[in-house]
């Protein structure tokens, strides 16, 4: 049994649907500008190759949370997304063998503090702190892929959207991914080896926007999932 100095901590999961057992997470990789008309409002190319950053596993919350507004920020935005869950690992995975890889899905948000984001962008600085911090990850329970309908369980289809106080923002289809889900697995396990246990969020359709304190998001994708999260007050650390 290994002696550690201090108390490690709890290992971060995910709820399952209709199931008391958690999918234990190791990584979260997240795809950015991966919807064409998300990427031309933000002033760039759709026709970019994929790229990642990352958040830290214990950046999820749960839905039906109340979570506190980040500090550091004046303009906090959602990014609605569908979530892959990792249940096989693998490196260099071909397109047509990715499928094989994904153990189930969810609906997660990419919280991003925005002008953090900006800010560093413009000075050539990583993204972390526009993007990885406490309760950015918010995650719905997985479904196991062999329970997703038939319709939506390659991902081709199906709608994804997001409301805010019940006034919808962002109202798109899986259909519109720049990088379908088997060229993000493929990608992705290009670049490191992919683990069982591991998320990708797929990245955000049009209609981002700023959220703040006392706002009731929900949102979902058809035949995966709902998600719904409070902001709290701005928190202090």
């Known amino acids: 049994m290994t ?3 201090i108390s490690p901590y709890p290992r971060a999961s995910a709820a399952v649907m209709s199931s008391k057992q958690r ?6 990789f997240c795809v950015g500008r991966n ?3 998300h990427a031309r409002e933000m002033g760039f190319s759709d026709k ?3 790229f990642f950053f990352t958040k830290p596993a214990d950046a999820l919350a749960e839905t039906g949370a109340t ?6 920020t004046k303009d ?3 990014e609605i997304e569908l979530v892959l869950a990792v249940g096989k690992s693998g490196a260099n995975i071909a397109a047509e063998d990715a499928m094989m890889h994904i153990w189930g899905a969810g609906v997660g948000i990419d919280f991003t503090r925005r002008d953090l984001q900006i800010a560093h962008r413009e000075k050539g600085r ?4 526009g993007k990885a911090f406490d309760h950015s990850a918010p995650l719905s329970p997985l479904i196991p892929l062999a329970d997703i309908p038939k319709a939506q369980a390659e991902f081709n289809t199906g709608r994804i959207w997001l409301s805010v106080n019940g006034e919808l923002r962002q109202d798109a289809d899986l259909s519109e991914l720049i990088w379908s889900v088997t060229d993000i697995i493929a990608f992705c396990s290009q670049s490191v080896r992919l683990q069982a246990g591991d998320l990708i969020f797929t990245g955000t359709p049009a209609g981002v926007s700023a959220v703040g304190p006392g706002d009731s998001l929900s949102g979902g ?3 995966i999932g709902e998600i719904q999260i409070t902001l709290g007050e701005r928190e202090a650390v």
């Open 3 to 5: 002696d550690y100095v």
């Open 48 to 50: 970019e190759p994929p």
């Open 67 to 72: 979570i506190p507004y980040p500090p550091l």
């Open 126 to 129: 990583p993204w972390d702190w």
């Open 35 to 37: 919807y064409g008309a």
């Open 221 to 223: 994708v058809d035949g």
């Open 23 to 28: 999918f234990p997470v190791r990584r979260i």
């Open 76 to 78: 906090l935005h959602h």
